[in-house]
């Protein structure tokens, strides 16, 4: 305590207080800044010594956090530090077998908290949200399916007080990534080849060709989903390379990580962001790393890229959030911004199941069938470099649609199997769907070949929120996904009409070729409404209605005169210098995309900006 007062003294008398910093061994301290004598609040240091120093430290190398290292340390004379709580991943190469990797120590397992009429097939209702907790972050357990959003989203996004994120503007990006070896219908004026991001074509079996011929003809015609195109279907576009999983870390770290100035360290828990209370500029963070805690400087700029659910809750923790929430948990209250509301998410339908009597699509035997598996070790090819079965998308406009113009409301996502595939064991599980619900609804599918038909909303109305359990960094925070509370029912009548859509499809001549029939087996607690009548339908989405996971907009985008708004356009917190938020979190409203992309996207436009503000171009 003494030393304390002692310490307290002697910087509130040293305006501008630096200690030594050897730059051989990278030690140092940080300014500290004394301008307001105010004796109480100088006993706590506005600043705390810090025992390194980095010009960057990026939190979280997910998605986003990825692209941004290999970026920043392009710069030879920036040192950048990342910080990742999670392991560099192994034995992850196998897309099909992907619903396998939520079980491994590279998912953090959140749930929902349990809400009414919600998840109702989950097990205590509570669905499970997973995230990524990897080098790699969600992208080292995600499905791999490469989509990038539509023009209007980004239009939209832009005309929200964003200039520098319309599709003309944020294109250049994606097309930077990537490194493409796509060759179905694929419009290569939108596509990269010199990035870091091998995209490649999904693998087809027979059964595809009844989800794309039967839309054409219903007069969607085939696309380039990813070359500014709205209504459409195609196969699938995905990030792999030579059949193999790709994520972030593989695809932008891995090429990288022998750059001097670039250092990663895994299992490295960020606990605290540490902002100077006076300037209101953050200056590094807190972070813990087998069991010791460590404190590390920014001398340039903190980026949190720790996804939708890390980064609100470290702004959070720092007393950047919404007043009321932080007053509750006892932390005093640094800027007042709505963070962790506004969360979006797809909410998507599992209850659009059908069979085949022909051997069209994937089947649990290809996973033991010793030529499949020399076929993907050696070739990178064949039924196992299946995306977990995903092989085409369509984007249709339902008959409820209030969207403008072509703009789609609902995603057809095809899966060339079903979750009786592994009969009941790991995917569903995934999913946290009961044994009662499975075994009524999906287990008869285990003797027959099986499809699916999944519709995702792709503009919810309704919004959910996260907030904090405690003030300690290792609770988990809490989520409410809110989903299909909006006041107008749009959410419900727009998913009920999708259903209605996928029934016409399955009327197709394309799908009578294969004899596919319609999963008709009821599900439990919806019977008491007339089978296919949209009562019955309605209660269906309430019980396997499920997140694919593309949760977003916990530190929304928006100019500061956006009373939701937590970033600016250039990723700054608004109120708080020095500290940028760059991952899923900053999208504004849910996009039509799968969220990898967009991350990525987000990644890419960071460090330029980044590079930008301290001219580095
Ligand atoms: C099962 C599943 C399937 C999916 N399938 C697809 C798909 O097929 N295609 C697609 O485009 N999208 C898919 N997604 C979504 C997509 O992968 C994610 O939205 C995207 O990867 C998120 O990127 P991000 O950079 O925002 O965050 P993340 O990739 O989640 O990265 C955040 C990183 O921060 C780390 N972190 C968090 N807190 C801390 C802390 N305090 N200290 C240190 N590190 C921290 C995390 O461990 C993580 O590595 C899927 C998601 C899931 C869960």
């Known amino acids: 305590m003494i030393f304390k007062i002692l310490f307290s003294i002697l910087i509130i008398h040293t305006p501008n207080f630096q200690t030594t910093y050897d730059i051989e061994n990278n030690i140092g301290h940080h300014i500290y800044k004394r301008d307001n004598f105010d004796w109480l609040n100088h006993l706590k240091p506005a600043q705390e010594a810090v025992s390194e120093i980095y010009d960057f430290i990026i939190v979280g190398a997910g998605s986003a956090g990825s692209v941004i290292a290999n970026r920043l340390s392009e710069v030879h004379d920036w040192k950048i530090l990342v ?3 999670g392991e560099e991943e192994k034995y992850t190469e196998m897309p099909l077998t992907v619903s396998l990797l939520q079980f491994t120590k590279y998912n953090w397992r959140y749930f929902m908290e349990r809400q009414p009429g919600i998840a109702l097939a989950c097990e205590n209702q509570r669905m499970p949200w997973p995230k990524g907790k990897a080098l790699g972050g969600t992208s080292v357990i995600n499905y791999m399916i490469y989509t990038r959003g539509q023009r209007f989203d980004f239009d939209k996004w832009a005309a929200q007080g964003n200039p520098g994120w319309s599709y003309k503007d944020i294109l250049p990006y994606y097309i930077k990534s990537e490194n493409t070896a796509l060759k179905n219908n694929v419009d290569y004026r939108y596509h990269g080849v010199q990035g870091y991001l091998r995209t490649e074509d999904a693998y087809q ?6 989800f794309i011929n039967g839309l054409n003809e219903l007069e969607i015609p085939i696309v380039d989903y990813n070359a500014n195109k709205s209504l459409g279907v195609s196969t699938i576009q995905g990030t792999t390379s030579e059949g193999k999983r790709l994520s972030a870390a593989r695809a932008f770290l891995h090429s990288v990580n022998h750059r001097p100035n670039l250092r990663i360290l895994t299992e490295a828990f960020v606990t605290k962001l540490l902002i100077n209370r006076e300037t209101k500029e953050a200056y590094g963070v807190e ?15 903190v980026i949190l890229s720790a996804g939708t659910f890390g980064s609100p809750q470290l702004l959070i923790l720092a007393g950047i959030g919404p ?18 509301r506004n969360l979006q998410d797809h909410f998507a339908f599992l209850g659009l199941s059908f069979s085949t009597n022909q051997y069209v699509t994937h089947h649990f035997s290809q996973l033991l069938n010793p030529y499949n598996i020399l076929n993907f070790y050696i070739n990178g090819m064949g039924p196992l470099t299946g995306l977990g079965g995903a092989q085409a998308i369509a984007y249709i406009k339902t008959s409820q649609s209030k969207e403008p113009a072509d703009d789609p409301d609902i995603e057809l996502l095809f899966i060339g199997t079903s979750l009786a595939f592994d009969f009941g064991l790991v995917i569903r599980r995934g999913m946290g769907i009961t044994d009662k619900i499975y075994n009524a609804v999906f287990g008869p599918l285990e003797k027959t070949y099986s499809l699916m038909i999944i519709p995702l909303l792709l503009h919810p109305k309704s919004k959910g929120y996260l ?24 959410d419900i009548d727009t998913l009920l009409a999708s259903i209605r859509y996928v029934q016409r499809l399955a009327q197709t001549k394309a799908f009578a070729k294969f004899n596919v029939t319609f999963n008709t087996n009821p599900v439990p607690g919806c019977e008491r409404h007339k089978f296919d009548s949209d009562p019955y339908w309605k209660c269906c989405l309430r019980f396997l209605g499920q997140t694919l996971h593309h949760q977003v907009g916990t530190v929304k985008m928006g100019p500061s005169e956006d009373p939701e708004a937590v970033v600016n356009n250039e990723l700054q917190v608004h109120g708080i210098g020095r500290l940028r938020v760059a991952d899923c979190s900053v999208i504004p409203f849910a996009i039509a995309a799968h969220t990898s992309a967009p991350a ?11 590079k930008t503000t301290w001219n580095k171009q």
Do not use: C, W
């Open 205 to 210: 079996s027979e059964i595809s060709n009844a």
């Open 467 to 490: 907030k904090l359990r405690s003030k300690d960094p290792h609770d988990y925070p809490l989520f409410y996904g809110n989903y299909l509370t909006d006041s107008g029912n749009e």
């Open 287 to 301: 972070y813990e790393r087998f069991g010791v805690s460590n404190r590390v400087g920014a001398s340039k700029e």
């Open 600 to 610: 990525m996207m987000v990644g890419e436009k960071a460090a330029d900006l980044i």
């Open 323 to 340: 007043k009321e929430h932080l007053e509750e948990l006892g932390i005093p209250v640094l800027k007042n911004l709505q963070v962790g």
């Open 83 to 85: 910080l990742e709580v």
